[in-house]
């Protein structure tokens, strides 16, 4: 049972402009979410987190956004830069000492 | 200061074998996850183990275990191998006190098995 959902495997995006990856979960205990960006032969680093007391987060170039009610964060990256070009995990937690819960990533492909 | 270092970085092993993955944390932290990357499966975790105790433990087969020494070094042992265990192997450190985020991870452990 996927508990956190990224439903695009790939995307691709020119440089310049805005990419968006999207991120489902099902469960309604996480409260902390993160994004993790991934280069090959490397480990996943963190790149942002929101808690979900709020619903917007900013750091940069990068936002997240969620929607409580629709169970549903998003990624936002403006602008695209070719060396955003990685696997994005999304992934959850609850609060405490639990787990971190990841989705399967998304291949983002920043064209120039 | 140091990252997380996993030790070896790439293993070929054959179906049946045992094999033993390393992972040093960031000093001073007490915790270490570890987490098996497939392609098109994600990140799925093993199990978390926090001041030598196992407290978190994820969907795997008993073949899979581990366990961490006093210095927050911390094993994983998968026996009895098999060809779907070649995955990369990943582990993350944390302070383990319940803080949200926090989590660095090592670049992993490539394991092939044939």
């Known amino acids: 049972d996927q508990q956190v959902k990224q439903n695009s495997p790939s995307l691709s995006v020119q440089e310049g402009r805005i990419s968006i990856l999207n991120c489902d979960y099902t469960?309604?205990?996480?409260?902390?979410f993160l994004w993790y960006k991934k280069y090959p032969a490397e480990g996943p680093t963190f790149l942002i987190s929101?808690?979900?007391?709020?619903d917007k987060n900013e750091d940069g170039r990068f936002t997240v956004f969620l929607n409580k009610s629709a169970k549903h964060l998003s990624l936002h990256i403006v602008p695209s830069q070719p060396g955003d070009s990685a696997v994005y995990f999304c992934?959850?937690?609850?609060?405490?000492?639990?787990?971190?819960?990841f989705g399967k990533g998304t291949r983002l492909s920043v064209i120039a | 200061k140091a990252g997380v270092t996993q030790t070896p970085r790439y293993l070929i092993k054959t179906r049946g074998q045992q094999v033993t993955l390393s992972c040093s944390p960031i000093?001073?932290?007490?915790?270490v996850s570890w987490y098996q990357q497939t392609p098109g499966q994600g990140l799925q975790f093993l199990f978390e183990y926090f001041s030598e105790t196992q407290r978190n433990k994820g969907n795997f087969p008993g073949r899979f275990s581990g366990r961490q020494f006093s210095n927050s070094r911390s094993e994983m042992n998968v026996s009895t191998l098999e060809l779907g265990d070649s995955a990369l192997y990943l582990c993350a450190s944390s302070l383990g006190t319940g803080e949200t985020g926090g989590y660095t991870f090592g670049s992993g452990t490539r394991l092939t098995v044939v």
């Open positions: 469960n309604s205990m996480f409260d902390y």
């Open positions: 000093s001073g932290h007490r915790s």
């Open positions: 929101i808690s979900s007391i709020k």
């Open positions: 992934a959850a937690k609850i609060s405490g000492n639990t787990p971190l819960v």
